[in-house]
């Protein structure tokens, strides 16, 4: 387990633009100070999921850990908001360690795009006409011919949140594994997706690339009319979400697994 300094004494606070953001904020500067993130012991970040992936997306190299507290709208990736305590809090803060997909994509131009995704990378059809997707993993052709709205890799860490509302089974954060799910299938019927060990690259061949776009996106970052493809988990990277003791992220999915 990863441990934070003995004393935290230089909090970096980051909040999303909502009043209930903003006001816990001022508060919070107020009585903690805030000193710039890349010289902080740990980032703390006011909001709901959105700003906690941004968060995490901004800062994602240095290293640097992160405390959310929930002032928003969607807090699975929060910590429960309590202005008092904040040091002990930090100090007895649980470490997950996660890991970014990387996305690279060709479009139709020939032009390569490359963006990293906490939770997930999506690939969905941009017309009224289905995607026709070959699924390959490892450079073996697994799936010839998905006829879908889409398809999406998902990762632990985002396992709960667009994969889970698409059929995609939930996994646990420790687990080496990948969700590949696909986005309302219409042929093969039958086929609702896989769980890959997060050592494989997916790599999704777009057929019909210019009568049929497809756009890929990852987390927020969005290409159009992409033909190739290829998405892995980027070991390398390595992010430090901070969660108060029995509330880490295990938990929580855990708790969603059996949620009515």
């Excluded at 006001?23 to 710039?36: E, F, M, S």
């Excluded at 429960?80 to 470490?95: F, I, N, T």
């Excluded at 061949?205 to 033909?227: G, I, M, T």
Aim: aromatic share 6%.
């Amino acid at each position: 387990m990863t441990h934070l300094p003995a004393e935290i004494e230089r909090i970096a606070f980051v909040a999303s633009q909502t009043p209930e953001a903003t006001a816990a904020l001022n508060r919070l500067v107020q009585r903690y100070g805030n000193v710039d993130p890349h010289e902080a012991d740990v980032i703390v970040a006011l909001g709901g999921d959105g700003l906690m992936l941004k968060t995490l997306h901004v800062f994602m190299s240095t290293g640097k850990p992160i405390y959310g507290m929930h002032r928003g709208t969607v807090g699975f990736l929060m910590n429960e908001y309590h202005e008092h305590g904040l040091k002990e809090r930090l100090h007895d803060a649980e470490a997950t360690v996660i890991h970014p997909l990387v996305m690279r994509a060709l479009d139709v131009d020939g032009i390569g795009h490359e963006y990293r995704a906490i939770n997930e990378v999506s690939l969905f059809r941009q017309t009224y006409q289905a995607a026709r997707l070959d699924v390959i993993v490892d450079g073996k052709t697994r799936l010839r011919e998905l006829t879908a709205d889409g398809i999406m890799v998902a990762t632990p860490a985002g396992s709960t949140a667009y994969n889970l509302s698409t059929g995609g089974p939930i996994i646990p954060i420790g687990s080496p594994l990948l969700a590949l799910t696909p986005i309302s299938p219409f042929r093969p019927r039958r086929w609702r997706g896989a769980l890959l060990p997060d050592t494989a690259v997916v790599t999704i061949e777009v057929l019909e690339a210019d009568k049929r776009p497809v756009a890929a996106v990852a987390d927020h970052d969005e290409v159009r009319s992409v033909k190739h493809v290829d998405i892995r988990m980027d070991h390398a990277v390595e992010m430090l979400m901070l969660f108060d003791p029995g509330h880490n992220l295990d938990e929580r999915i855990l708790r969603e697994q059996f949620s009515h």
